[in-house]
């Protein structure tokens, strides 16, 4: 089976067009609780929040999330 770990550029973005968690969330209508724990690979997001979050951040979904897959052996 394989599981497919992520980590995310959030924090990173954010910073370069000075957004806060708060303003990001607003802009995506979450709580500015689920951007965090986002940032903090805490909770994976539906690909369709990951899409308004790399639309907010004017990027890609490969550009703000980085995906690696883990081959487990069964």
């Known amino acids: 089976m394989e599981n497919i770990n992520f980590s995310t550029r959030i924090k990173e973005l954010r910073a370069r067009y000075n957004l806060t968690q708060e303003q990001l969330a607003s802009m995506v209508d979450v709580r500015r609780e689920t951007i965090g724990h986002i940032e903090k690979n805490k909770y994976n997001p539906s690909l369709a929040l990951a899409y308004k979050i790399s639309r907010a ?9 980085i995906f690696e897959d883990e081959v487990t052996e069964e």
């Not at 951040?57 to 999330?65: H, Q, R």
């Open 57 to 65: 951040l004017k990027s890609n979904i490969e550009e703000v999330f």
